[in-house]
C-alpha cells in the first residue's frame, strides 16, 4: 500500500459534574507515505555525464550529444518522449537549434505537476574575472537541476508504488544566451526576454497540445556545496500556496538549512514564461547566496565545474521533490 497509516487523534477532556460539555480538542496527524529514497550518488554521476560531453552550447557536437544522451536516459526509464526542436534568435543575431526534451510519467493520470530545468549552457563565462570569453562545463548551471530530474525518472521507474499523480518533466533549451554585458543587442518587444527561449516558445507552443498542469517546480542552480534557496518573488506572486507546499515539506523532513523561509526579489527565469504566457503556476527553486545574492560567485564563470558540485545539496533537493509528489493528493 502506498498509504501505510492514517491516524486521527481526538482528545475530549470533560469535567465529571459539569453539564456543560467543554469544546472538543481534536489533533489530526498527518498520514505517513512511504516516499522511494532520492540517491545522490547517482544524481552526481548524472551531473558529471552531462560535464563530460563538454559545455552544452546550443549549435554545438556537445549540444548534440547531451540532447541524444537526455532522451535515452528517458526513454530507458520508461517515459513517454516528446521532442520540440524549433529555432531561435539570439540577441548577437545568432541562429540556433533548439530542442526543448518533454518526459511524461504515468500518463493516464489526470492531475498532472511540471518539474522542469534548463540543460543548455551559456556560450561565455562572461563573469569569469579573467576568461570572459571562455566556454564553461556548467555542472551547477543546467546540469545540476537536470541530473536531479533524471534521478527522479529513475526512481520513478523502478519504484513498485506509483505516486498519485501524473508527472511531467520538460528540459528547457537555449535559457542562457542572454545578454552579454557591454555587447549591443536589439531590443525586443515587450513581455519577450533574450533569456529563456525553450520556455517562452514552449508556453506559446505547448506540448502536448493545450496541456496544463497542476503546478510546476524549475530546478536552477541547485548543486553547489551549502546552496540555499529563499523563497524568490515571482514565485510568491504566482504560486504562494506551492512556495509554502514544496518550503513546509523541506522543513519536515530536515531540509531547513537548505530551504530558508526568508523572501528575496524576483528574477527572470524560465518560470516566469511558464506562468505568465503558459498560465500554469510555477516556482523556482534556485541558489541564493546571503550577500552576493542570486547564484553565487561562480554563477557564468569557469569555476562552475565538478569541483563545486555537493551530493549532499543534489540529495537535499531531490528527496524534498520526491515528497512533494508522493504526498501530492
Known amino acids: ?18 453539564s456543560k460539555k467543554p469544546p472538543v480538542e481534536e489533533k489530526i496527524v498527518e498520514r505517513i507515505i512511504a516516499v522511494p529514497p532520492f540517491n545522490a550518488d547517482s544524481a552526481y554521476q548524472f551531473v558529471r555525464k552531462q560535464v563530460d560531453f563538454g559545455p552544452r552550447v546550443p549549435n554545438s557536437a556537445a549540444h548534440q550529444k547531451t540532447a541524444m544522451y537526455l532522451i535515452d536516459q528517458f526513454k530507458k526509464n520508461g517515459a513517454q518522449v516528446l521532442v520540440q526542436e524549433f529555432d531561435a534568435v539570439t540577441f548577437d543575431q545568432q541562429k540556433l ?10 500518463p493516464e493520470k489526470q492531475k498532472r505537476v511540471l518539474l522542469a530545468a534548463h540543460w543548455d549552457t551559456r556560450p561565455f563565462a562572461d563573469k569569469d574575472p579573467i576568461k570572459k570569453d571562455a566556454p564553461f562545463d556548467g555542472a551547477n548551471d543546467g546540469a545540476s537541476g537536470v541530473a ?4 527522479m525518472a529513475r526512481v520513478f521507474h523502478q519504484t513498485k508504488e506509483a505516486p498519485a499523480i501524473g508527472v ?40 502536448p497540445k493545450n496541456y496544463m498542469a497542476h503546478y510546476g517546480i524549475l ?5 553547489s ?4 534557496f529563499f523563497r524568490e518573488e515571482v514565485s510568491l506572486q504566482f504560486a504562494p500556496q506551492i512556495v509554502a507546499k514544496v518550503w513546509d515539506r523541506a522543513a519536515k523532513i530536515g531540509y531547513s538549512d537548505y530551504f530558508v523561509k526568508q523572501n528575496v526579489e524576483g528574477i527572470t527565469d524560465d518560470h516566469l514564461f511558464v506562468n505568465q504566457l503558459g498560465k500554469i503556476p510555477m516556482i523556482d527553486i534556485v541558489h541564493y547566496q546571503a550577500g552576493i545574492g542570486f547564484f553565487g560567485d561562480y554563477h557564468h564563470a569557469t569555476k562552475d565545474n565538478m569541483n563545486i558540485i555537493s551530493k549532499e545539496t543534489l540529495g537535499a533537493v531531490g528527496n524534498t521533490l520526491l515528497n512533494v509528489i508522493y504526498y501530492e493528493e
Open 219 to 223: 530546478l536552477d542552480m541547485v548543486g
Open 148 to 151: 536531479v530530474l533524471l534521478e
Open 97 to 106: 537549434h533548439l530542442k526543448n526534451i518533454i518526459a511524461r510519467f504515468y
Open 225 to 228: 556545496r551549502r546552496a540555499q
Open 168 to 207: 511531467d518533466i520538460i528540459l528547457f533549451d537555449g535559457e542562457d544566451w542572454g545578454e552579454k554585458e557591454g555587447t549591443a543587442h536589439s531590443n525586443l518587444p515587450e513581455g519577450q526576454s533574450w533569456w529563456c527561449l525553450g520556455s517562452q516558445y514552449w508556453a506559446k507552443n505547448k506540448l
Open 1 to 18: 500500500m502506498r498509504i501505510r497509516l492514517v491516524l486521527i487523534v481526538v482528545v475530549i477532556v470533560a469535567a465529571a459534574c459539569n
